[in-house]
């Protein structure tokens, strides 16, 4: 059990990292930041030198590879951490420095319990990327077959455990406070993140969710998900076909190419929109470093790590409420976010609504250029404030890919309008799946599983288990001792309990606030 001096040190620590490059200034001079977690980033810059123009991206990655998971998904918030954060930030996600290839070769003759040579006829020593987790490098299969080999670097689980642990431990402590902290749910960010980190640490279970992804997409034209060399991979390698392509952010490269980028953008929006509604299970790392356009203008995916899942009642309300807002009808929208019970019922649904219609009108029908995603974004916290809506993280990874999407295809087209895109495939899929026929069929097979259970155990079923609105049962969290809650070990220690909850809370704030989760 790590002790809560080593749990501090750790936070301390980061915090003086940020410091030192400059990272905390923004924290600082944020009037939203509360005035304790202010002095402790002044406490933390004490005798640092600071560069003039803060480098996020070193201090990520000097904190470690849990940071650098979260400094890559910052760098697609440009709204939340600013242009210039973005930017620096996006070196985070394919220019890292690569591990010695000795330990590499290592890794997989170790991992494979046989030669290099027996598994590759051709293997290159240099990385063609390296990431916080794993790097890839180009192989030749001894069958002759161009294929990407991704191999965990060594000791990264190891390295990852410790600092989440601390994060767990800090987010205990912040959540105790109550109030803001409490509603945001840190622990269960924080829950759904390691579940998400421990994912990407097996490369056998990235593996399985390339091939159902592209079991999902194989019948969306222009849009590829590479397959998967079974026989060489395993929990810390992953061998699968090479891409060749142009990257979908290097727009130059696409112009000469002759892609028409308009094309490319809407593409992109409906293959996340047909993950995410209709298969409901979608690539939710879309970054310009993973998604290639090749010669024929196929977008193909690569690095499949983080992945999404939304079960069909969930893909109904998303889709209804993505359709309520391109048509305007918000009185919809906010019944079912009653209906999820994502709004506590003693607010109204006709002020949710109205609500709603006070953030979404500015937006109808304008093109993403136009709009304000920092204004934006501010109206809708202060409804999720206003209305006592506790942060749901089974979603946070659908937002943040939709983030995602939209940036590339912003970038791609910057006329975009994302509603005028969205708005058919979400009419002809709530046609298709909640139409009259579908209604019917749907009921009718319902009725007819509900026929053959036995009537008492369906009743004991549902006392047992009562409905849950809109978001899955939580996973369990780990039982954290609370420092004010030990009784002092020692005699004459320096810190008081009270004290020291002061001193972590703070501190994950400082860290949580540069890694995106204070609200």
């Known amino acids: 059990m790590t002790l809560p001096a080593t749990h501090i040190r750790r936070l301390l620590g980061w915090g003086r990292t940020l410091a030192r490059h400059g990272a905390l200034r923004g924290i600082e001079n944020d009037p939203n930041t509360p005035s304790p977690v202010r002095t402790l980033c002044r406490i933390a810059r004490l005798g640092t030198i600071q560069p003039r123009d803060p480098d996020y991206a070193g201090a990520f990655r000097a904190i470690g590879p849990a940071a650098i998971k979260l400094g890559q998904t910052l760098a697609t918030r440009p709204d939340l951490v600013g242009e210039d954060a973005a930017h620096n930030l996006l070196a985070l996600q394919d220019n890292l420095p690569p591990v010695d290839y000795r330990l590499i070769r290592a890794e997989i003759e170790r991992t494979f319990e046989k030669p290099l040579e027996a598994l590759f006829a051709q293997f290159d020593p240099e990385p063609i990327g390296a990431a916080s987790i794993a790097q890839v490098h180009r192989a030749v299969t001894t069958e002759g077959h161009k294929v990407a080999v991704k191999v965990l670097r060594p000791g990264v689980r190891d390295k990852l455990a410790r600092d989440i642990d601390t994060y767990e431990w800090a987010a205990a402590h912040l959540e105790a406070f109550g109030g803001e902290a409490e509603r945001l749910r840190p622990r269960l ?58 990257k979908i952010s290097d727009t130059a490269a696409l112009e000469a190419a002759g892609h ?22 979608f690539h939710a790392d879309m970054h310009q470093g993973n998604l290639f356009v090749q010669p024929d203008g196929t977008i193909a995916a690569i690095d499949f790590g983080i992945m999404g899942r939304i079960d069909r009642r969930a893909r109904q309300w998303l889709a209804e409420i993505l359709y309520g807002l391109t048509t305007g009808n918000y009185r919809r929208v906010a019944e079912i976010h009653f209906e999820a019970q994502y709004v506590p019922s003693y607010h109204s649904v006709d002020e949710f609504a109205t609500a709603l219609r006070a953030v979404g009108e500015p937006m109808r029908g304008k093109p993403v250029s136009e709009l304000s995603v920092g204004q934006m974004l501010d109206g ?43 708005a058919p495939f979400v009419r002809n899929w709530i046609r298709d799946e909640l139409g009259p026929e579908a209604a ?50 020692k005699r004459g220690s320096g810190l008081s309990g009270q004290f020291l909850a002061f001193l972590a809370g703070g501190a994950l704030v400082i860290g949580t606030h540069a890694l995106g989760w204070w609200g």
């Open 189 to 246: 960010v924080i829950a759904n993140f390691k579940r998400w980190t421990v994912r990407e640490l097996d490369l056998r279970r990235e593996a399985a969710s390339a091939s159902e992804l592209a079991d999902v997409m194989k019948a969306h034209a222009g849009y590829r998900v590479p397959a998967i060399d079974w026989d060489r991979t395993n929990g810390r390698v992953m061998t699968l076909d090479w891409i060749d392509g142009i």
């Open 260 to 281: 028409d980028r308009k094309a490319l953008a809407s593409r992109l929006v409906l293959a996340f929109l047909t993950q995410a509604i209709s298969g409901g299970f």
């Open 380 to 422: 809708l916290f202060a409804i999720t404030r206003d209305f006592d809506m506790q942060t749901q993280p089974h979603l946070l990874l659908l937002q943040k890919t939709m983030v995602m999407v939209e940036g590339i295809a912003t970038q791609l087209d910057p006329t975009i309008n994302m509603w005028d895109v969205s």
């Open 440 to 489: 019917i069929a749907e009921r009718i097979r319902e009725d007819t599983q509900t026929l053959l259970r036995i009537p008492d155990l369906i009743r004991r079923i549902e006392d047992r288990f009562p409905a849950k609105g809109g978001a899955p049962e939580a996973p369990p969290l780990p039982r954290i001792e609370l420092m004010w809650q030990r009784k002092r070990r």
